[in-house]
């Protein structure tokens, strides 16, 4: 009886830690902002191929819009997107953004590729973001293990 007790009571705690864990890593992943560690390495500054380009960027009601694209040229794997922010203390943040459909730059670039879904628009609230209200906007390609970057953007509040 002790033991079945004993086996009962592992369960019930496993069960709690495991929703525990569940429910943390729900909100890491739904985060609009994540802090990266000072070692996160931004990798190589440009690509002859990783082309970007901000179309908006503003502070409204500290609230901080950036939109844009990017892309690597002529290529079928495009890699993953990370839109990163710098603020004056040279700290770094990775913003959580949506995709948008961009069948302009594909026309644009009229190479046979398809870009149609380089487009990003970050929508964040600024109370999350330590600094004076200096920020610069990054923009991260990775492809595989090789990493680019381009500063695109200055901003103040």
Same mark, same amino acid.
């Given at each position: 009886?002790? $033991? ?13 830690? +495991? ?19 000072? +070692? ?19 502070? /409204?009601?500290?609230? $901080?819009?950036? !939109? ?5 040229? !002529?290529?079928? %794997? ?12 040279? /700290? ?10 961009? !069948?302009?730059?594909? %026309? ?9 879904? +380089?487009?990003?628009? +970050?929508?964040?609230? $600024? ?14 390609? /990775? ?9 695109? /953007?200055? $901003?103040?509040?």
């Amino acid at each position: 009886m002790k $033991l079945l007790n004993f086996i009962f009571i592992v369960l019930i705690f496993a069960g709690i830690v +495991s929703t525990v864990l569940l429910i943390n890593n729900f909100i890491q992943e739904n985060k609009q902002v994540v802090k990266l560690p000072k +070692s996160y390495e931004l990798g190589k500054l440009g690509n002859r191929n990783f082309v970007c380009n901000i179309e908006q960027a503003s502070i /409204e009601n500290n609230k $901080l819009t950036i !939109k844009g694209w990017g892309i690597i040229k !002529k290529s079928r %794997k495009q890699g993953n997107l990370n839109l990163l922010l710098k603020n004056s203390k040279g /700290e770094l943040y990775k913003l959580k953004y949506k995709s948008e459909d961009r !069948k302009d730059v594909t %026309k644009f670039f009229n190479d046979g590729f398809n870009y149609n879904n +380089s487009g990003f628009i +970050s929508e964040i609230d $600024l109370n999350n973001i330590n600094g004076n209200g200096k920020y610069v906007i990054i923009i991260q390609i /990775e492809i595989g293990k090789e990493k680019f970057y381009s500063i695109d /953007e200055r $901003l103040e509040k």
